[in-house]
């Protein structure tokens, strides 16, 4: 089996990433021929300074190594080295949709208000299409936001296999029962993320051990105090599904060893087991990032085995 994923360098990776990325990346590592890609080409789509753009890339590497990608195993490796990405998202853009292209919402939320858009922001699925497509990847790990896109790729490859004949295999979603769309513990309406949610509701994989206390013990929690999963308890059930993430228990077990309990018990313990999961994260990755030759070494290895 082959196994694609994306994942943008700008900015700072929160425990969203995690649920619906990094882990899902090691866990399917190990079950086929795997490829993760840092997709620096997607993040020009917005304003970026192309100084940081190097050093995030350099950056994520490291966080995707520290996470449990084993260089031995996975072809890790940045988007723009090489090239057949681009040449791939011009060829499939004449048999993408304009139509379908304009309803995506990343592209709405993300263009709405904005006094510049760009016209790769809307092309942007097409060069995903193209990276998933390239590696005729069987699966591809991701989470809830990115399962449009994923389905106009499998779009692409079945109408350019109806017009020039079988060429591309029609890749497959895979996304984690629990924490597909972890939300935002200030405003658990909206998903986690560092461009759309609140500073104050986002955990980052690198936020110090008492950061992530602080963030996670003023998340907003719903009205009556049991600790249940549901439509009406957004907080709660983000709570919940965090604490899963990290432990692995089922979020059934969780609501009912803490139904009773009350709110500020179960914070504490979904806190600890946060730090728990990414102490030794960031001990790792502060250990890989020390040494940028050595990670732009498994980079150009990676990019050689994807050409
Ligand atoms: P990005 O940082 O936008 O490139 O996203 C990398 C991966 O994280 C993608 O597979 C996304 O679907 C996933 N992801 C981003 N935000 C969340 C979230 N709030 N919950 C679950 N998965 C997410
Ligand atoms: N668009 C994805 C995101 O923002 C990143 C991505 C780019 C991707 N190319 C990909 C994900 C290919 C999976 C497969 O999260």
Redesign the pocket.
Known sequence: MRV?????PTGAKHFGNYSGGFRQYAATQERGEAFF?V?DL?SITVDYDPAALREQTLDLAAMLFATGLDPGRSTVFVQSHVTAHAEAAWLLSAVASYGQLGRMTQFKDKGDGREFVSAGLFT?PV??AG??LLYQADA?P?GD??RQ?LELARDIAERFNARFGETFREPTGIYPNVGARIMDLQEPTRKMSTTGGTPQGTLLLLDPPDVLRKKIRSAVTDSGSEVRRGDDKPGVTTLIDIMSVATGETPGAIEERYASGGYGPFKADVAEAVVELLAPVQARYAEVRSDAGELERLLAVGARKAR
């Open positions: 694609f994923s994306g994942i943008q890609c997709v997607h942007y060069l995903m990276d998933i591809v991701i936001d990115q896109h």
